[in-house]
């Protein structure tokens, strides 16, 4: 089975403290992307990779960063959290063999900002 | 991007068909129908997805109407496992998803 975790399952965090949020993927799968969910919001995508060192703006990239050093690892950086960041993130990943048909997620990380 | 638009909630009772209806009148030729599903307090996970003819897997089975303007998800036997908010999702092929609202499936026992 395909295997999305991430760093943690909670995080609280206060005003302006930088925030990172790792997400590890197992199947060697090219393309990792970072979404917030929000009530009445749905799933929004922050950022996305299709390849070690490159990254790709989503929907609402701004406050946020990105870092893919390893092939497995997609970090999401707040730089300066702020109470408007408090969300759930999910991240996930896909291979590019299957035409992105198929995401798959990790458990998400439920961030409160203070 | 083009819309979808799924009831917002929906009640079926356990070992009973489900149908859940997703209406996408201003499809394109080359958007792929998507479904997704999130399970409380999981990510979402894959459930079916087709372009133009009716689809089976072993999770459910997808019927989309000859004018691609409306598709339905259908789960043949509920179980109370089957609880979660379904994404009917239009994405051209190779672009990244949009996830609206979807639709909260209660399963009674």
């Known amino acids: 089975d395909v295997k999305v975790t991430q760093s943690s399952r909670y995080l609280v965090k206060r005003t302006g403290e930088k925030v990172f949020l790792e997400c590890v993927q197992d199947?060697?799968?090219?393309?990792m992307f970072w979404y917030r969910q929000d009530p009445g919001l749905g799933l929004r995508l922050i950022y996305f990779s299709y390849d070690v060192k490159m990254k790709e703006k989503g929907d609402i990239p701004e406050g946020y960063s990105v870092s893919r050093e390893k092939k497995e690892r997609f970090s999401l950086i707040l730089e300066s959290a702020s109470t408007n960041q408090t969300s759930m993130y999910l991240c996930?990943?896909?291979?590019?063999?299957?035409?992105?048909?198929?995401?798959?997620f990790g458990p998400g990380t439920r961030l409160l900002v203070l | 991007d083009a819309k979808t638009t799924q009831p917002n909630s929906m009640e079926s009772n356990e070992e009973e068909p489900v149908h859940l209806p997703c209406n996408h009148s201003?499809?394109?030729?080359?958007?792929?129908i998507h479904w997704y599903r999130q399970l409380p307090s999981q990510g979402p996970e894959y459930v079916i997805h087709?372009?133009?003819s009716n689809v089976n897997n072993r999770m459910a089975s997808l019927a989309i109407a000859e004018d691609r303007k409306s598709s339905t998800l259908i789960l043949h036997r509920a179980t109370l496992r089957d609880a979660a908010v379904y994404y009917c999702?239009?994405?051209?092929?190779?672009?990244?998803?949009?996830f609206g609202p979807g639709t909260r499936l209660s399963v009674l026992p």
């Open positions: 996930a990943s896909s291979p590019t063999s299957q035409g992105l048909e198929t995401q798959y």
């Open positions: 201003t499809i394109s030729g080359t958007d792929y």
């Open positions: 999702i239009l994405r051209p092929y190779g672009q990244n998803f949009v």
């Open positions: 087709g372009l133009t």
């Open positions: 199947m060697d799968h090219e393309n």
